[in-house]
């Protein structure tokens, strides 16, 4: 994203976190703007015009404004409206920065709702489990991520695997990954992960184990990966019993190998 689109989505991040942590309703509130939200990315998504004409600088801002107020008005809740009103009045670099800066927020306010809930952890073991889910089933990552399908039968069929198997603002989040797709769904969620963490100023370890990790193992291992790392860590965690022994921790691009195989392989390599 371009340092003005940055700049516009940095203001609207923090007024969106003032309306919604001040609510007495924050987790309704919160997930009613999320989902507007997303509606509306997806329709500037598939109508060229409407968003070149609304991120126009040669176009007054009380119009920009006036032009998005009377197609959505009565279509999404206040909170949405008032946040897409300041985002067309505002300055966006590009049409693309526009509709990632509101899938964005979406996503802020999904994420608000669930820490309202008390449900943030919850949610983000929830993405990087699905990640994981998608990676063991590859045909299934094929399928959501095939361009020729519609969004909404993309949507409809990752609805009914997560049916009943994860929260409400979890569902909502992964189904807009597929929904709207950039990069690869595996990808998408982990990105969404990734955001979730960020939100509590926090860093995602991803680790594979043996055999699952305790809460106790898990906080001790946060620990020293904080000193390591000099950030907070959320970690997330699976098994992998091809490892032998040990774990793999990846955080970000970096990746600590002290598995049994791992081990085992760099002895082949320095033999050979």
């Not at 949405?80 to 505002?90: D, H, I, K, P, W």
């Not at 990552?141 to 994860?166: C, I, Q, T, W």
Request: proline letters at 1%.
């Amino acid at each position: 994203m371009h340092a003005a689109s940055r700049a516009t989505l940095d203001q609207l991040s923090a007024s969106l976190d003032s309306t919604l942590t001040g609510s007495t309703e924050a987790a309704g509130l919160g997930a009613q703007t999320g989902a507007d939200l997303f509606e509306v990315a997806e329709l500037l998504d598939g109508d060229r015009t409407l968003r070149m004409a609304l991120v126009d600088q040669t176009i007054p801002d009380d119009r920009r404004v006036e032009l998005a107020e009377s197609l959505l008005s009565g279509k999404v809740s206040g909170t949405a409206l008032e946040t897409v009103s300041a985002a067309v009045r505002a300055t966006w670099s590009n049409t693309r920065d526009l509709r990632n800066g509101l899938v964005e927020l979406g996503r802020r306010a999904l994420l608000r709702a669930a820490g309202a809930q008390g449900q943030k952890d919850r949610v983000g073991s929830e993405l990087y489990q699905l990640a994981r889910l998608l990676e063991k089933e590859p045909q299934l990552e094929m399928l959501l991520a095939d361009r020729l399908v519609s969004a909404d039968n993309r949507r409809d069929l990752f609805a009914k695997v997560l049916y009943g198997k994860v929260s409400s603002v979890t569902e909502a989040l992964a189904l807009q990954v597929v929904s709207r797709l950039g990069d690869r769904p595996v990808e998408g969620l982990d990105a969404v992960c990734d955001f979730a963490a960020a939100l509590d100023g926090k860093t995602v370890a991803r680790v594979r184990s043996v055999s699952p990790l305790s809460d106790a193992q898990s906080e001790a291992l946060g620990q020293k990966l904080e000193k390591i790392y000099g950030s907070a860590m959320s970690v997330h965690s699976e098994v992998d019993t091809s490892l032998l022994g040990g774990a793999v921790i990846r955080v970000g691009d970096e990746i600590i190998d002290g598995s049994t195989a791992g081990r085992l392989n760099k002895l082949r390599r320095n033999l050979a």
